[in-house]
């Protein structure tokens, strides 16, 4: 089993920053996904960043050049540096983790909430 703790949300104007963290612990595969999505009322759950085990980031068009994602394997940990907020960005910011070994699953933390005024 994988659990995912998220923190670091919070209330922030227009152009603030926040830095998200999502720590991972139980039966976790040095081969896997770890990522951020987000969501609001009403609408799908979309992508904003992965990143894998080796490196390799992907992000979404919408929060490219603002948004970093960083992991520490170490600390089965995923980060989240978030510059430049826009209101458009509140939403509920969910962890990931999608193991590429056996046996196959992703998992999802609870959510933290992003509130950004403008």
């Known amino acids: 089993q994988v659990q995912l703790v998220e923190s670091g949300g919070g209330s922030v104007q227009a152009g603030g920053s926040l830095r998200l963290s999502c720590a991972a612990s139980?039966?976790?595969?040095?081969?896997?996904?770890m990522g951020w999505y987000r969501q609001v009322p009403g609408k799908q759950r979309e992508l904003v960043a992965t990143?894998?085990?080796?490196?390799?980031?992907t992000y979404a068009d919408s929060v490219k050049g603002r948004f970093t994602i960083s992991r520490d394997n170490a600390k089965n940990t995923v980060y989240l540096q978030m510059n430049s907020l826009k209101p458009e960005d509140t939403a509920v910011y969910y962890c990931?983790?999608?193991?590429?070994?056996?046996?196959?699953?992703?998992?999802w933390g609870k959510g933290t909430l992003v509130t950004v005024s403008s």
């Open positions: 990931n983790l999608d193991r590429q070994s056996f046996p196959y699953r992703n998992y």
């Open positions: 990143i894998t085990s080796g490196g390799t980031i």
């Open positions: 139980g039966s976790i595969s040095m081969l896997n996904t």
